[in-house]
């Protein structure tokens, strides 16, 4: 077949994609190293409108998403079917709202609000903890755990100790939408949002959901000042006059969507690989044991966790919670030597770019001394929560947690493998299809 004439870079001709379709919905990132590595640092694919071009090599990855960050925006249809559960909060926002957000919203990030996480992040870990020492099978699905643990912390960080009888709807409902969301981008032709489809109800019912549960929420924040959780700091910009009661909405959504599963998704990821790396998971438990001895871990005990802050960053490398980015090129541009239009679309996978050879040697391998003090990568080689202007916002957030749950996880339990085929699903994050199954010894 000819290759249509629209196309300037290299990629695979509309037969192949066709041939790919069920590679593609069934494991999208493979799908995406596979071009990577057939058709080189940047790939077109065969599709008209908008021009499509995958990005991979680390240099352009960082010309993208750092260097000439304003001339690629975020008006994807990826974020605009994100934000049908969001909204346009930091994560979906375009440039210009989401500059005078970040503005705004950076305070609930401060110092002092991390330093809190630790506490979040030690009584979460204490109730999974808890829950394996009573289960009554050595056999646990550890990522079920993990989401719980995710959930405990961005609840407590959110709204405070007693989260649960404050948010229980508004996350139920957020994860609802989410699923309607997974939905969405895994069906190339979906129904317009008028139609009541099962699905188009779900995702109503769930906005509506989230809708009255953050009206609660804000009348509570407003007759009870005074608290230190980052919707206590929303609704005093909202009383301030510096954002809208729909903006407060969806802030809120926003952490809960990026602080949940990205979390689990990470530490699930790297409890399966030290699983199958005992010397790395016995390194992980002396410095916890060093460190921490048997008391529980306090905020300048994150610097001295330097291993387990390697473990965790290269299970990030090898299984990025956020898989694939998008950008929309906003003026006429050259990337990799091909010129590219304004109005094209420009797809990055952390996932092909992590398993870059030129900036990763033996890039499969599971090898947590990549990541301690001396040891250096390529700008735009390690982006799991992005680059640049736009990298994540709560990014210390999810370390320091991250880092506590695994130091006191591996301090307290052995873990390994079991018979169930680990297969990397891809959703709104990389997540274990049919959760993670672990065999644990307790220490």
């Known amino acids: 077949m000819v290759r249509p004439p629209f196309m300037n870079a290299p990629g695979p001709e509309p037969a192949q994609m066709l041939r790919g379709f069920v ?130 912390v961005v609840g407590a960080a959110l709204f405070g100790a007693d989260f649960e009888a404050k948010a229980k709807k508004l996350i139920s409902a957020t994860l609802s939408g989410l699923d309607v969301v997974v939905a969405r981008a895994r069906t190339p032709i979906f129904p317009p949002r008028w139609l009541p489809t099962i699905l188009n109800l779900k995702l109503q019912y769930a906005n509506r959901t989230l809708n009255r549960a953050v009206d609660e ?38 952490f809960i969507v990026a602080g949940h599963e990205t979390v689990a998704s990470a530490l699930s990821w790297a409890l399966h690989l030290i699983s199958e790396n005992p010397d790395i998971q016995e390194r992980i438990h002396q ?36 898989w694939v980015l998008s950008r929309s090129v906003l003026a006429d541009d050259e990337i990799a030597g091909i010129k590219i239009k304004a109005g094209s679309l420009i797809v990055i996978s952390p996932w092909a770019v992590h398993r870059d050879q030129t900036a990763w040697p033996n890039p499969t391998k599971f090898d947590p001394t990549r990541f301690l003090d001396n040891s250096k990568h390529a700008a735009g080689a390690f982006i799991p929560f992005g680059l640049g202007n736009r990298m994540c916002i709560g990014k210390d957030f999810a370390m320091f947690e991250g880092v506590i749950a695994l130091a006191l996880l591996a301090r307290d339990f052995g873990f390994e493998p079991t018979a169930q085929n680990v297969i990397a699903l891809p959703a709104v994050t990389v997540r274990p299809k049919n959760g993670l199954l672990l065999k644990l010894t307790r220490r």
């Open 23 to 152: 590679d593609i919905r069934k494991a999208a990132p493979e799908f995406l190293s596979a071009m990577r590595d057939q058709f080189g640092p940047i790939v077109q694919f065969p599709i008209p409108k908008p021009l499509c071009y995958l990005v991979s090599d680390p240099n352009w990855v960082d010309y993208v998403l750092r260097v000439n960050s304003k001339n690629f925006g975020k008006a994807t249809i990826q974020y605009r079917t994100l934000a049908l559960v969001t909204g346009f909060g930091l994560l979906a926002a375009d440039t210009p709202a989401w500059r005078e957000q970040r503005k705004v919203v950076q305070p609930a990030f401060h110092h002092d609000v991390i330093s809190q996480v630790v506490k979040h992040s030690v009584t979460a870990t204490e109730q999974v903890l808890d829950n394996l020492k009573a289960a009554k099978s050595d056999i646990v699905d550890i990522d079920h755990q993990m989401m719980e643990l995710a959930l405990n």
């Open 217 to 254: 929420l804000i009348a509570n924040a407003v007759k009870n000042p005074g608290a230190n959780s980052m919707v206590d700091l929303l609704v005093a910009e909202l009383t301030a006059g510096n954002f809208t009661k729909a903006q407060v909405r969806n802030e809120i959504v926003t």
């Open 287 to 322: 410095e916890a044991t060093l460190v921490l001895g048997a008391r529980q871990p306090e905020f300048s005990d994150y610097a001295k966790l330097g291993y387990t802050q390697a473990v965790l960053n290269e299970a990030m490398r090898l299984y990025p919670p956020a």
